[in-house]
């Protein structure tokens, strides 16, 4: 694992100097070792977290003397879990390997396959790859978006690196431009920024599953080398039995692979289906005892450790526990913030913060999680909505309406997901196409709110479809989920809102405690599976997951397979209200929301009001502008030379 950066170009030289500076940012990623490579029109940076080959494996990577001339450099980020098969596919055609890691193969697959060497890779990873002879910077993304890479053109040179904050450290010789006023609004809307784009008008993200090409004399050429599996309806596989084994399977080998390490390895345990899967086949694996790590809260409706000591118990897993405490949370919230380079309002941060740091304190530097079950197996509520959604809608107006006011005039409630707030949410979107409704299901602000909340100037005029566009494009390109039912909605999670907020916050999460993280559902054999599964193997009535709990039945705790989706969710309306309420008081109701002249203050006045009487559940929408207006005080700092 490790943060790359570098620069490239065929105008102004490129300054090895400030590669040096940019790789300096990301020492959290990789605080083992760095390395360089510099050479007329192209300058590499790395900074490595040493877990494959730990001795060896130096970064930058280098192609072979005889034959290639040493034309290939590359620094990687991120693991090839499949290396070993190329490796020795590679060495048969008659490629010689200075290291026993996986990251070389990057290198010599180039040197073979050149573009069709991508397809070939599979794991998580974002790498540049300078071709000397061919005068060719690449940088790849891998296909889920769970490694991030970002890039600055201004028509001459082209910037990168693992995190925003490499190409920050640039800013006084390269412009990056301004305030990106749609990154913003989609933040709003979204509660994360979504690529490409990024809250600087002069940096884009390259989305999951792209490639970018630098050659003489051209800009960059952005392009996809991978998509989402899509199957027909009449094409997905039906049989329970064959699937069940199949999933086994497959979750089988994904873990196994994910396991290779030279440095202690442990796993994430929440409790729920995903993890206690990827435990189950951790345990199946390992010839030691796998050690499991969990955090939780006192408020018990919020809290999930009894399930995973549940768990941990069943599995003999040597298992460790933390609860979170309001008073470390508000001494800690402001840096938690902070590790995003962008604003970023997924609450479950802060648990993750604290579950990554104990897990490194305990000596691990590997850690697998569940991240991606409830995209690809339909594991969210959200889906089920979806296909209620339908029904409602062909009910007669007059019966929608009192059904919409009867939900409105229910009391409110600060409970963790509570019924109230799930009806409240369905029935506000309950008049949109399905697509566009399913687009929104995680709205921070309605489209419609934003010219009250922003300042002139920020906000232009949105429908509900126009925001949807923001993250997803052209809706029309989309699957429709009339044909293919939740594995649309499931392809659009993927997409989308995965690798944009749950992918960004585990790899920011993790990596700021130098703690790599690995994530077996999300192996391209899984992924291409999990959209090849007939609807009725992921939802049956108001159970979801209904594949992966019948592959667990005689293996995990009957009781655990039997609960509906609890989620890694936060106190936020209690704290807010309570424990938190001067933190947020001292940001977002001060003299700082006028001065960063992004949002009306009056308006953020009455959300804060309103929550504090509990007339409304704003918890989500006051964390969102909490996390844009702490991301606004850095950025101004930075910019007056103070950080």
């Given amino acids: ?96 390997f200075e290291t026993a890691g996986d990251a070389e193969v990057v290198v010599h697959a180039w040197e073979e396959w050149a573009e069709g060497s991508l397809g070939r890779l599979r794991g998580m990873f974002a790498f540049a790859l300078w071709d000397e002879r061919e005068e060719t910077l690449l940088l790849v993304r891998d296909r889920v978006g769970i490694k991030p890479l970002y890039w600055a053109w201004d028509g001459e040179t082209l910037l990168f690196g693992s995190e925003m904050k490499a190409l920050l450290a640039a800013r006084a010789e390269h412009a990056l431009g301004g305030l990106d006023a749609t990154a913003l609004r989609a933040f709003l809307c979204f509660g994360y920024v979504p690529a490409p784009y990024t809250m600087f008008e002069g940096v884009r993200c390259l989305p999951p599953g792209h490639r970018l090409l630098l050659r003489r004399g051209r800009a960059p050429e952005v392009a996809t080398y991978w998509e989402l599996p899509r199957a027909a309806r009449e094409a997905l596989l039906v049989d329970e039995e064959e699937a069940t084994a199949r999933f086994r399977a497959l979750l089988a080998e994904s873990v196994a692979d994910q396991m290779i390490s030279d440095v202690p390895i442990g796993a994430f345990l929440s409790g729920g289906i995903d993890s206690t899967a990827v435990v189950w086949r951790m345990t199946e694996t390992s010839r030691d005892s796998v050690r499991t790590f969990s955090v939780g809260f006192a408020e018990r409706s919020y809290d999930e450790t009894p399930w995973a000591r549940r768990v941990a118990r069943r599995f003999g897993s040597t298992h460790e526990e933390e609860l979170i405490t309001p008073k470390q949370v508000a001494a800690e919230l402001t840096d938690i913030l902070n590790i995003f380079d962008e604003p970023f309002a997924d609450s479950s941060a802060i648990p993750l913060h604290f579950l990554a740091r104990m897990t490194r304190a305990h000596g691990v530097t590997v850690a697998l999680s569940g991240d991606g079950g409830d995209e690809l197996f339909g594991g969210y509520e959200t889906y089920f909505a979806g296909q209620v959604l339908e029904r409602f809608q062909r009910l007669p107006r007059w019966v929608q309406a009192v059904a919409r006011r009867t939900v409105d005039a229910l009391p409110v409630s600060h409970g963790k997901i509570s019924l109230e707030q799930k009806l409240k949410r369905f029935m506000a979107l309950s008049g949109w196409p399905p697509l566009v409704a399913h687009a929104r299901w995680r709205a921070i602000f309605w489209a419609a709110e934003l010219p009250d909340l922003l300042v002139d100037g920020l906000a232009d005029p949105l429908t509900e479809a126009d925001a949807a566009r923001l993250l997803v494009g052209d809706l029309r390109a989309l699957p429709d989920p009339a044909v293919e039912g939740i594995n649309a909605l499931g392809w659009l999670d993927t997409r989308h809102y995965l690798p944009a907020d749950m992918l960004v916050k585990v790899d920011r999460v993790t990596m700021a405690h130098s703690l790599e993280a690995r994530v077996p559902l999300l192996d391209e054999r899984l992924v291409d599976f999990g959209f090849r599964l007939h609807p ?40 807010i209200a309570g424990p938190l309420r001067e933190l947020f008081r001292d940001v977002l109701m001060s003299t700082a929301v006028r001065r960063a002249g992004l949002v009306r203050a009056s308006s953020v006045a009455r959300l804060f009001a309103e929550h504090d009487a509990q007339r409304a559940d704003h918890s989500f929408r006051l964390y969102a502008l909490l996390a844009l207006h702490v991301w606004h005080g850095r950025w101004a700092k930075l910019n007056r030379g103070e950080e």
């Fill in 536 to 575: 009725r193997l992921k939802w049956r009535g108001r159970t979801g997951k209904w594949l992966m709990r019948r592959a667990l039945r005689g293996v995990a705790d009957p009781d655990l397979l039997a609960r509906a989706k609890a989620g890694f969710n936060v106190p936020m309306p209690v704290w």
């Fill in 1 to 96: 694992m490790c943060g790359i950066a570098g620069m490239a170009g065929f105008g102004r030289p490129v300054s090895e100097a400030l590669v040096r500076r940019m790789t300096a940012t990301l020492t959290h990623r990789g605080p083992d070792e760095d390395g360089f490579f510099a050479a007329p029109h192209v300058a590499l940076g790395a900074r490595r977290l040493s877990i494959i080959d730990v001795s060896g494996s130096h970064q930058p990577l280098r192609g072979e003397d005889q034959g290639y001339g040493r034309r290939v450099r590359a620094v990687f980020n991120g693991e090839l879990y499949n290396f070993k098969a190329l490796r020795a596919e590679l060495a048969a055609r008659g490629h010689r």
